[in-house]
């Protein structure tokens, strides 16, 4: 891995890898600098949940753990930095990164049981930490490596083709 692209290897490795590691299915997974919108990778996953259950799950105040997992998702990136490639991780939370894990807190946040009102919904620092936890454990980080790897030479790869790399 070149020194360039390891804080971008590492970052969208860290999304894909703790989505897997959560049940939320990937879609596929790019590395590559796009200038139309300047950003050097992404991962596409198919949402959780479907709009439909989202209503559902609002109205019926059921899923506050699928909102933290897409939290959880959203933070993966940088947390990965973090650890992987501290000296080349940015200070703060990328802001669509640390804007999307407020968005899925909040709706945690709405979404708790009722009976369980005095629950807390960790603060998007908090969760970091335990995406960081995650990541240094060693299947997860032999999978996020493995992954990267992989992503040197192809730069963009299914989630089809992730499966079957991982198994």
Do not use: Q, W
């Amino acid at each position: 891995m070149n020194e360039i692209n390891r804080s971008v290897l590492y970052h969208e490795a860290g999304h894909a890898i703790i989505a897997r590691r959560l049940g939320i299915k990937i879609k596929k997974i790019v590395i590559g600098h796009n200038k139309k919108e300047n950003r050097d990778g992404y991962v596409e996953t198919v949402l959780s949940l479907d709009p439909m259950e989202i209503l559902i799950s609002i109205a019926s105040r059921c899923c506050m753990n699928s909102f933290l997992n897409e939290a959880r998702r959203s933070v993966a990136g940088y947390a990965s930095e973090l650890v992987f490639a501290p000296k080349r991780a940015k200070k703060d939370l990328s802001a669509t990164d640390f804007e999307k894990a407020e968005m899925y807190r909040a709706k945690a946040l709405l979404s708790r049981p009722i009976y369980v009102h005095r629950k807390k919904v960790p603060e998007v620092k908090v969760i970091l930490e335990e995406v960081k936890e995650m990541l240094c454990e060693p299947k997860t980080r032999a999978e996020l490596f493995k992954l990267a790897r992989a992503l040197v030479r192809r730069r963009e790869m299914t989630g089809e083709e992730i499966e079957k790399l991982l198994r």
